[in-house]
Nanobody, 121 residues
Framework: QVQLVESGGGLVQAGGSLRLSCTAS????????MGWYRQAPGNQRELVAD???????NYGDSVKGRSTISRDNAKNTVYLQMSSLKPEDTAVYYC???????????????WGEGTQVTVSS
């Protein structure tokens, strides 16, 4: 069974930094896309950033220039380094991955349970 386990959320002051981590665990053939979405109360879930296995990245407009996504393919882990945090960055951050369960199956989408990030003013 595939799981995405997130860590690194918490409370930080405005202007501060935070690093989120997410590791894919379980039995699977390969991991393609890994990334982060976030959802604040009353808002739709939005893309923060994602990264392909070969390293190409994509950032949401709200964090562009303030965040860096990276991954360690050997550890099936994705990292999100966020800086210059603002109160409007407060949200639950969800890890996301597209994972090929076996060599003979198509990719499936997986989500983590979410980790709370709160930025105080």
């Amino acid at each position: 069974q595939v799981q995405l386990v997130e860590s690194g959320g918490g409370l930080v002051q405005a202007g501060g930094s935070l690093r989120l981590s997410c590791t894919a665990s379980g039995s699977f053939f390969s991991v393609d896309l890994m990334g982060w979405y976030r959802q604040a109360p009353g808002n739709q879930r939005e893309l923060v950033a994602d990264i392909r296995a070969r390293g190409s990245t994509n950032y949401g407009d709200s964090v562009k220039g303030r965040s860096t996504i990276s991954r360690d393919n050997a550890k099936n882990t994705v990292y999100l380094q966020m800086s210059s945090l603002k109160p409007e960055d407060t949200a639950v951050y969800y890890c996301y991955a597209t994972i090929q369960p076996t060599k003979w199956q198509h990719n499936d989408d997986y989500w983590g349970e979410g980790t709370q990030v709160t930025v105080s003013s």
